[in-house]
């Protein structure tokens, strides 16, 4: 039970409605569109969930290993810092996660065609690259840019692709929102743990813009990303009852207050699990939305 306990930790189960959310927006997109397959479904989520178990896995034992994970650091602990796992067997674990990404890139290929494999592998290099390779970028103020792109953009657009191999203009005008969202998980992660973190040398966004600034951009992320749904569904630019996702906002109101306090440290954990909360709420009112017909 250690043992399992151990991994559990290390896949950073608070993470993963991140990977399920752009599954969960396209699926919904491609049943409005009398396109959905729920083989597609299965395997798009088998595939986003893999590559987010396996991008945590991966910075885990790069951040142990570049020396950013010490004992100041105030998120959830590091299996590969603290020695409870080896750096060996992370990465082995790492390598078998993309696999079954790749398992379930080659399964889609079968409905949507080959540039199922090409979105796969450019989503599994932004992983590795994230804090790992020559050249990081989430040490390089980078970071927010390529989830809102990864975890937005790519991910909300090929989530819906994979059903029928189209990429209509609603997917890629809510995947804004989502990208939104998840990058303002980023940022009050990265807004937590600004201290120890530049103290390691890692300048994450939050690093070099300061925190007021950094709150500032908390707060324009989230209630922007409501803006957006609000406009796009009355501009009937996208489904219209994708607007009910915007009854969300509320629950995401919370953790803006909180950051806007000046809250530091440990307390912005609790706004941390309610950002990732607020934008799983939303993504799966996106996707009733779009099966809706009004």
């Given at each position: 039970m250690a043992r399992f306990q151990s991994w559990k930790t290390a896949a950073r189960p608070h993470t993963l409605p991140a990977a399920v959310v752009p599954v969960l927006v396209g699926g919904g997109l491609a049943y409005g569109d009398e396109a959905f397959r729920w083989d597609a479904l299965v395997w798009a989520l088998i595939g986003a969930l893999s590559i987010q178990i396996g991008a945590n896995f991966a910075n885990d034992a790069s951040d142990a290993h570049r020396g950013a994970d010490t004992a100041e650091r105030l998120g959830p602990p590091r299996?590969?810092?603290?020695?409870v796992i080896q750096p060996s067997r992370?990465?082995?674990a790492t390598w078998a996660a993309?696999?079954?990404?790749?398992?379930?890139?080659?399964?889609?290929?079968?409905?949507a065609g080959p540039w199922v494999l090409v979105i796969g592998a450019a989503s599994v290099l932004a992983m590795l690259g994230y804090v790992g390779g020559?050249?990081?970028?989430?040490?390089?103020?980078?970071?927010?840019?390529?989830?809102f792109v990864f975890f937005g953009l790519?991910?909300?657009?090929?989530?819906r692709f994979v059903h029928d191999g189209n990429t209509p203009r609603s997917a890629w005008l809510l995947?804004?929102?989502?990208?939104?969202l998840v990058t303002a998980i980023l940022?009050?992660?990265?807004?937590?743990?600004?201290?120890?973190?530049?103290?390691?040398?890692?300048?994450t966004l939050a690093v070099v813009m300061g925190a007021a600034p950094t709150r500032r951009l908390f707060t324009i992320l989230v209630y922007g990303a409501y803006l957006v749904i609000a406009v796009l569904a009355i501009a009937a630019l996208t489904p219209r009852a994708t607007?009910?996702?915007v009854l969300v906002a509320p629950m995401a109101a919370a953790p803006v207050r909180t950051v806007n306090t000046g809250a530091e440290g440990a307390d912005l954990i609790g706004a941390l699990k309610l950002t990732a909360r607020a934008h799983l709420w939303t993504g799966a009112m996106l996707a009733i939305g779009a099966v809706v017909t009004l």
């Open positions: 299996m590969v810092a603290l020695g992370m990465w082995a993309i696999a079954i990404a790749a398992a379930a890139g080659v399964a889609l290929t079968s409905i020559p050249i990081p970028y989430g040490y390089r103020g980078l970071g927010e840019v390529f989830v790519v991910a909300t657009v090929g989530s995947a804004v929102p989502v990208g939104l940022v009050v992660n990265n807004l937590r743990d600004i201290g120890s973190d530049e103290a390691a040398g890692k300048r607007a009910l996702a």
